[in-house]
């Protein structure tokens, strides 16, 4: 089965600086790949995604590439701000609405102000 | 947008008993739902996916005599935590595909479970 491992697992950065969680995936039919952030105690909201057809997609200050031959997508957070702390978990699943979503480990990040 | 409820929002409960944790998609219909569990500092674990009409289908290592999972209707998904003990003290958080929205997942707000 897919198995999708993150890293790294806590990562701070200053205000204003940018932030890089990475994830590499196991399963090479995998072609859907959502970021969700989540706050304590909270449900993961989805903040971006991508699909196996695009290499890259961009959301304001959020961006994500994805690499298929390698196996492996990274999230980019820009312009770093105190509400982009929380964890961020990759996930990666087959293209079929039935499919089930796979988790990665999460990070926590934290941006100093 | 896609609302998914879950309720109740927390739970209290004596070890041995059982407990009943709803899952509503508010605006769509959903064929498909997921119960995830998540442990505190760790990430979601699929427990189970439900599909309207049928048996549930459970991922290696839960165990469905323990996690009864119910989707009665195109909008509602219920999961019974029987016999509950402390170690499955979790929060529950369940999620519904909107097949009106392609391959997007809305999860519900989750259910905290404390057994005493």
């Known amino acids: 089965g897919e198995n999708v491992e993150q890293h790294p697992s806590t990562l701070s950065v200053q205000e204003g600086d940018s932030a890089v969680i990475k994830c590499t995936y196991s399963d090479s039919a995998s072609n859907y790949f959502p970021w969700y952030k989540q706050e304590l105690g909270k449900r993961p909201q989805l903040i971006i995604d991508?699909?196996?057809?695009?290499g890259e997609k961009k959301d304001q200050r959020i961006a994500v590439t994805l690499n298929k031959t390698a196996k492996h997508f990274s999230l980019h957070i820009t312009e770093t701000q105190p509400e982009d702390s929380a964890v961020y978990f990759c996930a990666a699943r087959r293209y079929s609405s039935a499919s089930k979503i796979i988790f990665g480990s999460g990070t926590r990040l934290s941006i100093r102000p | 947008g896609a609302v998914v409820s879950q309720h109740p929002s927390w739970v209290i409960c004596k070890s041995g008993t059982s407990v009943k944790i709803e899952c509503r998609s508010l605006?769509?219909?959903?064929?498909?739902m997921f119960w995830y569990r998540q442990f505190p500092k760790q990430s979601l674990m699929l427990m189970a996916t439900s599909n309207e009409g049928s048996k549930a289908t459970y991922e290696q290592g839960v165990e469905k005599d323990k996690f009864l999972i119910n989707h009665a209707s195109l909008t509602l998904s219920t999961l019974t935590v029987t016999s509950a003990h402390p170690e499955d003290s979790s929060f529950y958080i369940c999620s519904a595909l909107n097949p009106g929205a392609g391959d997007t997942q809305y999860f519900g707000p989750g259910t905290r479970l404390t057994v005493l």
């Open positions: 605006d769509f219909q959903a064929t498909t």
């Open positions: 991508i699909r196996s057809n695009v």
